[in-house]
């Protein structure tokens, strides 16, 4: 069976959920393509900060520069995505103090808006912060939520005619004289294997990139680099705060819904699915996060995590922290000869916009396509809410929502306040609501499970919904439940000391000792 397409844009991050809708919108039979759920990658791994470019102006002023004027986009196109924290860049005692004036300068070369406020101030605003912070700067930072940004992009896609492929896997391209005319893609729930045509591939698969372009024999070396957070259990500031100084480890602290989030750390590993935490990652996290914010390490930590950063450099090699990150758009065609075949890689959650209009624009010059980029102006519809024009995000709309709610409605996930009725209109329009991996993609969806009881209440509860309202049969359901508490557990085991163990203590006994998962799953 085959299926034709203009083009087809494998990876379902930002970048490539940002190709497709900016060649949907100009008008071209688009496929994105994701071999897992959508923002299963870096972009749903990564810290949440919408970066004013603060953090590069330095050393990396083009990155910087984008940054800022993508920041200023985003506010506009995806506002709902977006919660306007503001963010602080503060000297610790621990920092060079010379290095505040010699940023300053560079923000202001960039265009990033960085203005110096009192300590009393900042403190003021944010009095769990160190006191001994000795400078504090006001910048444009934002927290920005990737889950929301890739459902309204997938939604978008959907809604100018595009198909999106979750749960399919590219496991080759077809390559005749010289030109890609498809991919093979294998459907990771059936196993089925099926054909799809275009005269053009966009590869956006970030730090899986050169895999599929060594599908069509052409080298791309990207240099994975991973980077671990831990989420807090208190949200302990309402600014995201960073240092200011050298990007470093464990030095940026972004407030992300009831929680916050300290990160990242930055190894070279050569296999991108590397995303195993090491112990000392977590320690140093914690330490870091004590000269912000003093007793950070004593409070609970909640969940530890790890996404790969898919660095670039044509004609580099530049690792790590050295290595900039602006992106690349290789055309396949003028540097290995092959052609049909785009491959944009590199940059940041917060440039992805930018990423994928100068990939599209290649991709439309090669098929003739004259219709210009419209993305900038864009406003993405908030999913959940289509019919209204979105607002920028705001933390107490959940509440808001079941204090006001009109219909008495139980809430299945306390932590993070999702009802009943909004997980059972999430589930009907999951597309794959058999598979065992449907608990984690509802997740994404609600949050659900992500909060301090990490699953423990809520998880049995999905489960059971799910076979009540006739979407799974027992054994179904089992294997749902089975993959979510498994999944859940992943981020908690690096952290297994004080009130983490203790929770992961209380959900092995809900789930092992009360519910006897491991023998249903036997017996399922
Ligand atoms: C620790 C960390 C923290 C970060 N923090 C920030 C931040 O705060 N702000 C910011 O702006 N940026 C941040 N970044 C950078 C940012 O997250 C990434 O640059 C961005 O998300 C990359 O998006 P992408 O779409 O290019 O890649 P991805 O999101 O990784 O998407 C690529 C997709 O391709 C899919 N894929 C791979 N192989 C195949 C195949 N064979 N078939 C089908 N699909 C395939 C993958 O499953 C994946 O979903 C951070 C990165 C890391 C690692």
Redesign the pocket.
């Known amino acids: 069976m085959q299926d034709d397409y203009d083009v087809i844009i494998?990876?379902?991050?930002?970048?490539?959920g940002g190709t497709a809708l900016d060649l949907a919108l100009r008008g071209l039979k688009v496929a994105l393509?994701?071999?897992?759920d959508l923002?299963?990658?870096?972009?749903?791994?990564?810290?949440?900060?919408?970066?004013s470019g603060g953090r590069y102006a330095v050393r990396d002023p083009e990155s910087a520069r984008e940054c800022i004027e993508e920041n200023r986009i985003l506010r506009r196109i995806v506002p709902h995505a977006i919660e306007d924290t503001g963010g602080f860049f503060v000297t610790t005692p621990d920092d060079d103090p010379a290095y505040a004036d010699k940023w300053l300068k560079a923000c202001r070369a960039c265009g990033i808006e960085a203005t110096e406020i009192s300590v009393a101030q900042m403190l003021k605003e944010e009095p769990a912060l160190n006191p001994a912070i000795t400078r504090a700067f006001r910048v444009p930072d934002a927290a920005s939520d990737?889950f929301d940004v890739l459902t309204a992009l997938g939604a978008a896609i959907q809604a100018q005619h595009g198909t999106v492929l979750t749960y399919?896997?590219?496991?080759g391209l077809t390559v005749a004289n010289g030109k890609v005319t498809g991919a093979t893609v294998r459907n990771r729930h059936t196993g089925a294997e099926r054909h799809l045509a275009a005269p053009m591939i966009v590869n956006?698969?970030?730090?899986?990139a050169g895999?599929?372009a060594g599908m069509a024999g052409c080298p791309v070396t990207v240099r994975p680099?991973?980077?671990?957070?831990v989420a807090m259990a208190y949200r302990f500031v309402n600014t995201i705060i960073n240092r200011c100084h050298p990007p470093g480890d464990g030095d940026i602290l972004?407030p992300v819904g009831t929680v916050a989030v300290i990160?990242?750390t930055s190894v070279n590993v050569p296999d991108p699915n590397d995303t195993s935490i090491q112990s000392w990652e977590v320690r140093k996290l914690l330490e870091e996060g004590e000269m912000m914010v003093p007793g950070f390490s004593s409070v609970r930590a909640l969940r530890a995590w790890?996404?790969?950063?898919?660095l670039y450099e044509e004609g580099g090699d530049a690792l790590g922290r050295e290595a900039k990150r602006t992106f690349a758009v290789l055309d396949h065609v003028q540097r290995d000869g092959v052609a049909g075949l785009i491959t944009v890689?590199g940059?940041?959650?917060?440039?992805?916009r930018l990423m994928a209009e100068r990939a599209a624009d290649v991709v439309c010059q090669q098929l003739g396509v004259t219709r210009p980029c419209t993305t900038k102006d864009y406003v993405l519809p908030d999913a959940r809410v289509p019919m209204m024009t979105p607002k920028t995000h705001w933390l107490g709309h959940r509440l808001e929502d079941v204090e006001t709610a009109k219909q008495p409605d139980s809430l299945i996930c306390e932590c993070e306040l999702v009802t009943r009725s909004d997980f059972e209109q999430a589930a009907r329009a999951h597309a794959d609501i058999v598979a065992p991996w449907v608990l984690d993609d509802l997740r994404r969806d609600l949050r659900l499970g992500m909060g301090p009881c990490q699953g423990g209440f809520c998880g049995y509860r999905a489960a059971g919904i799910l076979h009540e309202t006739g979407h799974q049969d027992a054994p179904q359901a089992t294997a749902a439940l089975a993959d979510f508490a498994q999944k859940r557990w992943k981020g908690q085991r690096p952290l297994l000391w004080g009130q983490s163990l203790r929770q992961a203590l209380l959900d092995e006994q809900i789930y092992r000792g009360i519910l006897g998962l491991d023998q249903l799953e036997s017996a399922g």
């Open positions: 494998i990876g379902g991050g930002a970048t490539g393509i994701e071999r897992a923002t299963d990658g870096t972009s749903g791994r990564y810290h949440g900060l919408l970066h990737s399919h896997e590219v496991i956006a698969a970030g730090a899986w895999q599929i680099s991973k980077g671990t957070m972004v990160g990242t790890a996404g790969v950063r898919p890689v940059g940041k959650f917060t440039t992805d």
